[in-house]
């Protein structure tokens, strides 16, 4: 038993170190207006006009030059299947050039299909030039370091980065081993006509000399994986630079507006105190006059309500006092759970957690989240009196946003409700303020997300909180 188990700890371990090195050789989600600004400076600014005037002097050399002097057959086919695929392979390109030309009004995903294919395309083009120009020893072989590098300038995406530049070195390979092929076939020929000895004395079939080829090779996969980390590590300094402006800009956000709340609550407070003063003394003061007493009392109670408004405000104007920090969400549903459901109280809730792995940090202050799982919470607790059921979800979304779904299972709300339901001082409560929601609403569309709720009588109530992991903050109007 014990040896099973430190096999199994072991095993855990593993894992946890291959994970760790794995997030470490991670690159950071591609961008799409990096890809955009990449394709527009390298393969419209620069590769457009190199490649126009390559293609016009392969055109020149594969139909007007004489490259070969009396070749053979076998080359002769090779040379005619490369002119006809370098025929296919110009009209692509035109067909590219113009989607590249016009780019700002082309889709984004269609722009970048049309790229990568490209980029495999070039590579299977160099590679089939090698096939008349020395096969593994051509000239050309170094044109393959130049389209592996210009490969990571325009690929965004780190991992068809790699295939796309393995798949050139491949195309390099391949193009060699036909080389060997045609030379083989050639002297077999030459052989069945009797014409000669070819390769060497005795007729010797053409050697491969392995390890200039390995060396070859090995320079090609190095250098697409130093293109991938000098790629990884900028596009990481580029999110790092991002992050901290983002930093920057939400902490100065939430200080403007935690001071012009502050200064609309003090302002206002003042005012109310005075009004308060005067209808407490014009009460005593009046004697007679029932509706004078009435309307006074009316007043009061109005202050009264105000004043708790505004001090429900003061406190919320509180939270812009934090800083911005990296929030993981599931704490902060556990923090609001303790905050609305202690065990002390011994509510008759039980609550169903589903969180998802790998939830995306969210950039800001911890307490304008809780704030709006607390109010959601609370909200659920006394839809259903402290009785019931609440399901807890949290999962990621494609765009990188997290998606939190708290569900009741209390009465239900009205259709007619809903509408005004995230309206500020609409409430359905006997002693409610109506700003709960109100401050949900606030919270969340202060960092670029959105809530929605659906409910229907009698089948409980689910709130759902969208909220971006990366995004500038917005206030409100």
């Not at 395309?121 to 051509?138: I, N």
Request: proline share 4%; net charge negative.
């Amino acid at each position: 038993m014990v040896r099973a188990m430190s096999l199994s700890e072991a095993w855990i371990d593993a894992r946890q170190s291959f994970a760790r090195w794995w997030r470490l050789a991670d690159a950071p989600p591609p961008d799409e207006a990096v890809f955009l600004r990449r394709v527009r400076f390298v393969e419209r600014g620069v590769m457009l006009p190199v490649k126009a005037v390559m293609l016009l002097l392969l055109l020149y050399f594969l139909f007007y030059a004489h490259w070969f002097v009396n070749p053979t057959s076998t080359r002769e086919d090779a040379l005619n299947g490369l002119r006809n695929f370098f025929l296919i392979y110009l009209c692509l390109n035109v067909g590219t050039g113009i989607m590249v030309w016009g780019m700002d009004e082309i889709s984004p995903r269609v722009l970048e299909r049309a790229v990568y294919s490209t980029a495999i395309l070039d590579g299977a083009v160099v590679a089939a030039l090698t096939l008349v120009t020395g096969g593994f020893d051509s000239i050309l072989y170094y044109a393959f370091f130049g389209l592996i590098i210009r490969n990571a300038a325009i690929i965004a995406h780190a991992e068809v980065q790699i295939v796309v530049n393995l798949t050139v070195s491949a195309c390099y390979v391949v193009a060699g081993w036909l080389d060997v092929a045609l030379e083989q076939l050639e002297l077999e020929v030459v052989r069945s006509v009797g014409r000669g000895e070819i390769g060497g004395e005795g007729g010797e079939l053409p050697s491969i000399h392995a390890e200039p080829l390995l060396l070859r090779v090995l320079i090609l996969l190095l250098l697409t994986a130093c293109c991938y980390g000098i790629q990884m590590l900028g596009d990481r300094q580029r999110l790092k630079e991002e992050e901290a402006r983002e930093f920057a800009l939400k902490q100065q956000q939430l200080e403007a507006a935690g001071r012009i709340a502050a200064e609309i609550a003090h302002q206002l407070k003042n005012p109310l105190g005075i009004i308060n003063n005067a209808a407490y003394t014009l009460h005593k003061s009046v004697r007679e006059g029932k509706t004078i007493t009435q309307q006074i009392a009316i007043i009061r109670e109005e202050v009264e309500k105000s004043d708790r408004i505004i001090t429900e405000l003061m406190g919320y104007a509180k939270l812009a006092e934090g800083k911005v920090e990296r929030v993981r969400i599931t704490d902060e549903l556990e923090r609001a759970i303790s905050q609305t459901l202690p065990e002390a109280a011994k509510f008759d809730i039980r609550i169903h957690r589903d969180y998802a792995l790998g939830l995306p940090l969210l950039l800001g202050q911890s307490g304008h989240f809780s704030e709006v799982f607390v109010n959601l919470l609370t909200n659920a607790r006394e839809a259903m009196n402290g009785r019931g059921e609440i399901f807890l979800t949290a999962k990621a979304e494609p765009d990188l946003s997290v998606l939190v779904s708290i569900r009741d299972t209390g009465p239900g709300i009205p259709q007619d409700l809903l509408a005004n339901l995230f309206e500020p001082y609409f409430t359905t409560k006997e002693k409610g303020t109506g700003l709960g929601l109100a401050i949900v609403k606030h919270n969340t569309e202060l960092y670029g997300g959105s809530v929605s709720v659906e409910s229907e009588p009698g089948q409980g109530t689910t709130f759902h909180v969208r909220l971006p992991a990366r995004s500038l903050m917005r206030l409100r109007k």
